[in-house]
């Protein structure tokens, strides 16, 4: 029996609002496609439906399971919020998915190990229960809920929209989004790998000062892997996208083919990598310039000879924003990538903080 959740929410310009959710979930790999009035936007686990009522927009989720309807909630009123501006609608939802009390998705793990990979990236093992759905070489990605300093982590509620929900008077956690390095749910652990930096944001922070004993949440798995039934792989980024490449370059199959290229500092951070496909791996070195301040990346995917037959063709990119800007526009406009062939995403944003990079719209117009 399919699920199904309604709410609607009081914006100013609702098409405008509408509009701009749409080109985001379709950015990340949603189906988005016109229905009558509605926009309808499909993901793996649920189908999205937002149309304009005068200053109003109506929301419906679906999904086959429980799972699926809360992912379903969260993302259509996440973005609703965050791209209606002020003020920020007041979003109920009524209809399945009201008895859950907890994020089903959601795990306090517990820092058991710490150590540094390079002079500039720490690896961080943590433990806990439950931790089979972050195995996963599909969705590579969690959400890591950090407290702020001299505060417990505690199991969040969830909303009447849907989202996340702190008890009164906590200071609300920052969430950040990470490469699940390693998994293994039997010994329950899993890895996770940081790049540290001056200026750090939630993540590096707790990553340069946390001790073994120390509580966070664990949210996810997301997605954003790539697809394993393609010829030949152009993978590249920098520092921040360093672990979900050691990942794809361990789980790809041996008969892939293609390039993949990695800037990092210099030669002492570059790290092993059990490679265990035909994928050519290039270390990039900045020797002495800056993250972000070089084109080294860019340069470099521009400079790959692609297969003759582009078909076979997949191309997975994260990096800092203005490479990032330039990368897609090259492989969609010069290389003529289609959606379905390449993913390119910005981690980061040079002089700019962690809330503000959240905002940052990761297209290249």
Known sequence: MRLVATAVATVKDPIRVIESV???????????RREEAAYVVTFPFGTGYLSAEFDMISLRAEAD??????????????????????????????????????????????????????????????????????????????GLVIPQPGTTMVVPTIGKDGLLCWPEGMARPGIRRYTTRRCDPQSGTMEVDFVLHDDAGPGAAFAANCKPGDVVGVAGPFGSSVPQDRGWYLLAGDETALPAI?????????????????????????????????????????????????????DAVRSIEFPADPSSVYAWVGCEFDAFKAIRAHLRKERGLKKGQQLVVAYWRKGASDEEVAETPQRDD
């Open 22 to 32: 749409c080109e985001h979930f379709s950015d990340h790999d949603a189906e988005v």
């Open 65 to 142: 399971e429980m799972l699926g309807l809360y992912y379903m909630r969260m993302a259509l009123a996440g973005h609703v919020k965050e791209l209606a501006g002020d003020p920020e609608p007041d979003i109920v939802w009524s209809g399945d998915g009201g008895e859950i009390m907890t994020p089903p998705n959601f795990r306090l793990i517990r820092v058991r190990a710490i150590r540094d990979i390079t002079p500039h990236m720490r690896r961080i093992a943590f433990a806990g229960s439950d931790l089979a759905r972050f195995a996963s070489d599909e969705d590579l990605h969690m």
């Open 246 to 298: 050691s990942r794809m370059l361990e789980f790809l199959p041996g008969t892939a083919r293609g390039v993949a290229l990695i800037e990092v500092a210099d030669e002492a951070c570059e790290v092993e990598i059990a490679n265990r496909t035909g994928i050519e791996l290039r270390w990039l070195h900045r020797n002495g310039e800056a993250p972000g301040t070089t084109t080294l990346l860019t």
